[in-house]
């Protein structure tokens, strides 16, 4: 009988394992955080330096009055002095065109749920409960079959 022990051990050591290498909080989860903060890291990263450049830009028409008057100038604004050929047809000025960054959503990691791996720990160790059960079985039957007497076969 205490060889079943060997049910009960064999359903935990099957649950921890499972647990800590494909659980929700398990290596493989972890492994995945890991490298979606990496992700969020670098976008953070990407997003402060567009904002040092806008804050380059803000600064620079702000207190730039030759910079201001450049930039008013691809806006299709003049001074009072000045005149313009509108030509048609030539589209946006492109120069223009600022990225400001992009929306990167978090992704969720992927793991097997705790119920998924109890039910995968609970069907091994009754499949070895089984296995020990037929084995006994099938050696109780050969130890039957040989303790009868050769002549004594029925």
């Not at 119920?115 to 050969?142: E, P, Y």
Request: glycine share 6%; with cysteine.
């Amino acid at each position: 009988m205490v060889k079943y022990l060997f049910v009960l051990w064999t359903g935990i050591f099957v649950y921890v394992l499972l647990s800590v290498f494909l659980g929700p909080t398990g290596l493989s989860a972890r492994h995945q955080l890991e490298r979606e903060q990496e992700r969020q890291q670098a976008n953070i990263e990407h997003l402060r330096q567009i904002n040092r450049e806008l804050e380059d830009t803000m600064n620079s028409l702000l207190y730039d009055m030759d910079t201001l008057a450049i930039h008013a100038r691809e806006q299709g604004y003049a001074s009072q002095q000045e005149r313009f050929i509108r030509i048609v047809g030539l589209g946006v000025n492109q120069k223009n065109l600022t990225s400001y960054g992009e929306l990167v959503i978090a992704a969720e990691p992927h793991y097997v749920s705790d119920r998924i791996i109890r039910i995968i720990a609970l069907c091994s160790a009754i499949s070895i409960f089984i296995c020990m059960v037929v084995f006994d079985i099938l050696k109780h039957l050969k130890y039957y079959e040989n303790r009868q007497p050769k002549g004594q076969e029925s």
